[in-house]
T-cell receptor, first 111, second 110 residues
Framework: DTEVTQTPKHLVMGMTNKKSLKCEQH?????MYWYKQKAKKPPELMFV???????INESVPSRFSPECPNSSLLNLHLHALQPEDSALYLC??????????FGQGTRLTVV | GQQVMQIPQYQHVQEGEDFTTYCNSS?????IQWYKQRPGGHPVFLIQ?????EVKKQKRLTFQFGEAKKNSSLHITATQTTDVGTYFC??????????FGTGTRLKVLA
């Protein structure tokens, strides 16, 4: 199984809502990532979990809160987002040295 | 911080023509990865290069890592409409930290 599964595929939320993005992989990868991608731009790293511990936070605003419940799951909790946070949110996983496998992403629209 | 530039930003080619995208780093790299993202899709890993001067081929795709390990190229021979998408290089900046290049968007005209 070389798949990273993200849910939901699309999400529309108001600025006062709380929502969560979910990501799951069963490849035994111990590193999992959240990226944000705006249209016609490269993916921008947000968070990295290695061995279920947060190892990198790229100065992401606190309205984004990551969580890694176990080695297969990664969540991104969203609260009080702004319209400029609308983007494609990509989850990925990788072994220590090697390819990153990306999920299909969640297209988030903040209204 | 580390910058990874790709040129060109866009390329339109006629089907059957060749295509090359270049990735340039301001620092020496330990390795470099290449990804392809189809329109509306997600990045898909193509290859990783590690050694100075390394050349790897995948069918019509040829990947090269520069001798100084500061640049890389992806060359597609005889493009097909299925090659349409954005090609990104990605470099490591510390363990698990990947920085993506600016990307080259390829359009193939049938």
């Amino acid at each position: 199984d070389t798949e990273v599964t993200q849910t939901p595929k699309h999400l529309v939320m108001g600025m006062t809502n709380k929502k969560s993005l979910k990501c799951e992989q069963h490849m035994g990868h111990r590193a999992m990532y959240w990226y944000k991608q705006k249209a016609k731009k490269p993916p921008e790293l947000m968070f990295v979990y290695s061995y279920e511990k947060l190892s990198i936070n790229e100065s992401v605003p606190s309205r984004f809160s990551p969580e890694c419940p176990n080695s297969s799951l990664l969540n991104l909790h969203l609260h009080a987002l702004q319209p400029e946070d609308s983007a494609l949110y990509l989850c990925a996983s990788s072994p220590r040295q090697g390819a990153s496998f990306f999920g299909q992403g969640t297209r988030l629209t903040v209204v | 911080g580390q910058q990874v530039m790709q040129i060109p930003q866009y390329q339109h080619v006629q089907e059957g023509e060749d295509f090359t995208t270049y990735c340039n780093s301001s620092t020496t790299l330990s390795n470099i990865q290449w990804y392809k993202q189809r329109p509306g899709g997600h990045p898909v890993f193509l290859i990783q290069l590690v050694k100075s001067g390394e050349v790897k081929k995948q069918k019509r795709l040829t990947f090269q890592f520069g001798e100084a390990k500061k640049n890389s190229s992806l060359h597609i021979t005889a493009t097909q409409t299925t090659d349409v998408g954005t090609y990104f290089c990605a470099v490591t900046s510390g363990t698990y930290k990947y920085i993506f290049g600016t990307g080259t968007r390829l359009k193939v005209l049938a």
